[in-house]
């Protein structure tokens, strides 16, 4: 599964298009290397994604093609989530 549908779909982003954008400014990694939108996304890979202060790191656990709500977050497990301070202050 594509990083930016993985995404979408697990509802950490909620839309593609901002799932996208993000891949492609470099703040998403899959197993700590950075990771275009169309990377492709495997159960056990970890996930981290960087939303202004804030990086939120995620084990993929299953992966549904067209999820319900309850069930989009069975399809991952948060490992860490942290604060970050902007690297220009």
């Known amino acids: 599964m594509r990083l930016d549908k993985f995404l979408k779909l697990s509802r950490l982003i ?12 470099g703040r998403v ?3 700590g290397k950075e990771a275009k939108a ?7 890979d970890e996930v981290t994604v960087r939303y202004g202060n804030k990086l939120v790191t ?11 709500k309850e069930q989009s977050t069975e399809m991952y ?8 301070t902007s690297e220009s202050e």
């Open 29 to 31: 990694e899959i197993n």
């Open 58 to 68: 995620v084990r993929v656990e299953i992966l549904h093609e067209s999820p319900r």
């Open 14 to 25: 909620k839309r593609r298009t901002v799932a996208k954008d993000v891949s492609d400014q």
């Open 38 to 44: 169309s990377s492709g996304i495997k159960i056990g």
């Open 77 to 84: 497990t948060v490992i860490r989530e942290q604060s970050v």
